[in-house]
């Protein structure tokens, strides 16, 4: 394509931030209008990648530069391959579900809400398509500012603490990761990653190198033990801010660990894989046993939520193209069926103002449309097969096995501990008699519910029947990077290349 598209669909939610700016605060209707079609113009303009996406090839797509600070050899430069890509349609297709959920939850500062939202979308698309390391890191940072008062103004009772605590916890690790920006551009002399990814660092340079992007990816996936904001950001988020929050922001460490740490430091990825099998393997296990002892759902949620992540990492650092291509596969997946998840949470708590699970009980009977959405999304977070979670999970166990059978074995008992949690949360909320007088007249989802579950089911259904469709648009991003990884570590005298 010879316009810049990327460019379009990064900033044209700032253009629906200009009009609802210009709109009166006593007319929340209309803002919330000019924030639903501009975001779903934006997803639509991102089918356009999608359709005109060359799939045979892993080299950067849509490529586009331009001057910006010349004298320091820093550029805005954007473009995907196949592994940003699908980020970008996952980023672009929750923020108008988002806005839909919250069309009467959110009452106060309508305005505001809205505004927050699209800034959000443009530093969330740009981090996923920046080809600069300096442009990436300020919308890596800048994800923090409209999040942050999401969080901090719509939340809950304690939402300052939990907005200052994840505030706080991300900027330290991304103050490392700068520092070590710092040393590769004065190492290599350039900001332009498709030129680092192939720039052979010192080797006594890349473990530092490596621990400081770490210290960023590790929180912000978030990996154990660097995980404890994460509960309290979603239990006092909004609805829609958890959605974004586990959907996409999760995300963010997964990619960069596969965009900076393997390709850029694959001696120190090989070196410090058994770490990240070691913490990954304790999220899996030990968030998973946390996730069963909570009674607030958003909690359960949230840390079933890192547990996922552990399989991400997992399959990442196997270094296969099982591994790598479930780990993606994971991330995509759990973003769609964490995101409904929260929503289904959102569902009851508009209604009845409590996410304690002892509050509910035989849903079913007063609710059959919700239960069988939300058995759709519980079943698919467990991993049932015709569902996407169940193919990023077992592409990550294939790989894993071939790393290492002991990872594996140990990684599948989260699949186990996956569906006890989940199914002990079911069968609490929605199971048995409706007993409780409070729950005798509360109501089924309404049509706007329903719109915003509909591509959710449709999406997580697809990717669980026929999961091609997204692994080809990855597969030769993945083999290249793999290759390029064997490539480093074999002119470095290395003969077991996937760290095994």
């Given at each position: 394509m010879d316009w810049p598209?990327?460019?379009?669909?990064?900033?044209l939610p700032l253009v629906g931030v200009v009009l609802i700016a210009f709109i009166p605060a006593d007319n929340p209707e209309n803002s919330r209008r000019v924030a639903l079609w501009v975001s779903g113009g934006t997803f639509i303009v991102s089918l356009l990648i999608w359709f005109n996406f060359d799939r045979t090839t892993a080299a950067m797509q849509f490529v586009e530069e331009a001057a910006w600070m010349p004298m320091a050899g820093i550029a805005y430069r954007v473009g995907i391959d196949g592994i940003s890509m699908l980020f970008v349609l996952l980023t672009t297709l929750l923020t108008p579900l988002c806005i839909l959920a919250s069309w009467e939850s959110i009452k106060v500062r309508v305005k505001e809400y809205m505004i927050a939202f699209l800034i959000l979308e443009t530093f969330m698309v740009g981090m996923f398509v920046a080809l600069d390391l300096f442009l990436f890191y300020i919308f890596f940072e800048a994800v923090l500012i409209p999040m942050f008062i999401i969080i901090g103004v719509w939340g809950g009772p304690r939402r300052i603490y939990a907005s200052f605590k994840m505030f706080l916890y991300t900027l330290l690790g991304s103050v490392l990761m700068l520092l070590a920006m710092l040393a590769m551009y004065f190492d290599a002399g350039t900001t332009d990653i498709t030129k680092l990814l192939v720039h052979d660092f010192p080797t006594a340079l890349e473990p530092w190198l490596w621990l400081a992007f770490f210290a960023s990816f590790a929180i912000k996936m978030p990996m154990w033990p660097v995980h404890t904001w994460l509960p309290d950001a979603h239990v006092e988020a909004p609805t829609a801010g958890s959605v974004i929050l586990a959907g996409v922001l999760l995300k963010f460490g997964g990619y960069g660990f596969l965009r900076f740490s393997l390709p850029m430091f694959p001696e120190a990825s090989v070196m410090f894989t058994p770490l990240i099998y070691t913490l990954s393997i304790i999220a899996v296990i030990y968030t998973s046993l946390v996730a069963l002892a909570q009674e607030d759902m958003k909690k359960l949620i949230a840390y079933s939520s890192v547990a996922h992540m552990g399989f991400v990492t997992i399959g990442a650092f196997t270094m296969t193209v099982q591994g790598v291509e479930g780990a993606i596969y994971q991330m995509l997946s759990h973003g769609v069926v964490s995101a409904a998840l929260f929503l289904i949470v959102g569902v009851v708590y508009d209604r009845e103002h409590s996410r304690e699970i002892t509050h509910y009980g035989g849903l079913v009977e007063r609710m059959p449309v919700y239960g069988i959405t939300f058995m759709l999304f519980m079943l698919a977070s467990v991993g049932l097969p015709?569902?996407?979670?169940?193919?990023?999970?077992?592409?990550?166990?294939?790989?894993?096995?071939?790393?290492?059978?002991?990872?594996?074995?140990?990684?599948?008992?989260?699949?186990?501990?996956?569906?006890?949690?989940?199914?002990?949360?079911?069968?609490?909320?929605?199971?048995?008699?409706?007993?409780?007088?409070?729950?005798s007249k509360i109501?089924?989802?309404?049509?706007?519910?329903?719109?915003v579950f509909a591509p959710l089911v449709v999406i997580t259904l697809w990717m669980g029947i026929y999961p091609s469709s997204f692994l080809d648009v990855m597969h030769v991003s993945v083999e290249n990077l793999l290759k390029h990884v064997e490539t480093a570590l074999a002119a470095a005298g290395h003969t077991n290349l996937a760290g095994r």
């Open positions: 598209i990327l460019s379009l669909v990064t900033f015709g569902t996407g979670g169940f193919v990023g999970e077992f592409l990550v166990l294939l790989g894993a096995f071939q790393a290492n059978s002991w990872v594996a074995a140990l990684a599948a008992t989260g699949v186990i501990l996956g569906a006890v949690y989940m199914l002990y949360l079911y069968r609490r909320i929605i199971f048995g008699k409706l007993t409780k007088e409070h729950l109501l089924d989802m309404d049509k706007r519910e329903i719109a």
